[in-house]
């Protein structure tokens, strides 16, 4: 499961980095045109997140329990989790107009950028765990950690669109 993660994301940074250099195909991207890539790459893994996040949260509202659904997507997402503060590291976009929902603090502490997405792996296995289980309850009541670990970072690192 986490190698099918690291796969997807791998291509799908590939295939948007392809794009955007064979675009200029022989000149060197513009710093504009990297932060631009970096930015929706990282959008992109959010959205891989989500993909795997909804799914659960589904099932936390009332839509029927798959136990085997709900392991595999949170050990997706336990798999994305750790990518998350490496995404930001690697292209600092705050002096570039780019479409992004990014705090400027996730680059001025980045410490506690990367431990919230560590919580966010841990919290996304421990509900794997419980999920293999199969035990609905159980599996449902972990879910609460697991939508804080998202919650959580949303809190401090992400513009309010509530």
């Excluded at 930015?39 to 996040?53: D, G, H, I, P, Y």
């Excluded at 431990?115 to 919290?123: H, T």
């Amino acid at each position: 499961m986490i190698k099918k993660a690291l796969v997807l994301v791998s291509a799908l940074a590939m295939l948007v980095s392809g794009t955007l250099f064979t675009a200029s195909a022989q000149d060197e991207p513009t710093p504009a045109q990297i932060a631009a890539a970096a930015a929706e790459t990282r959008q992109s893994v959010f959205k891989l997140l989500l993909f795997n996040l909804v799914p659960i949260a589904g099932m936390a509202r009332g839509a029927p329990f798959d136990a085997a659904v709900a392991e595999k997507n949170a050990r997706n997402i336990a798999a994305l989790a750790p990518m998350i503060p490496d995404l930001f590291s690697a292209v600092d976009t705050r002096d570039f107009d780019v479409e992004t929902e990014a705090l400027d603090v996730i680059w001025e502490n980045p410490t506690e950028f990367a431990a919230k997405a560590q919580a966010l792996m841990e919290a996304a296995g421990t509900f794997a765990d419980v999920a293999a289980g199969g035990d609905r309850a159980a599996t449902l009541g972990a879910f609460r950690a697991l939508g804080g670990g998202c919650g959580n970072c949303h809190d401090d690192f992400r513009v309010d669109n509530d």
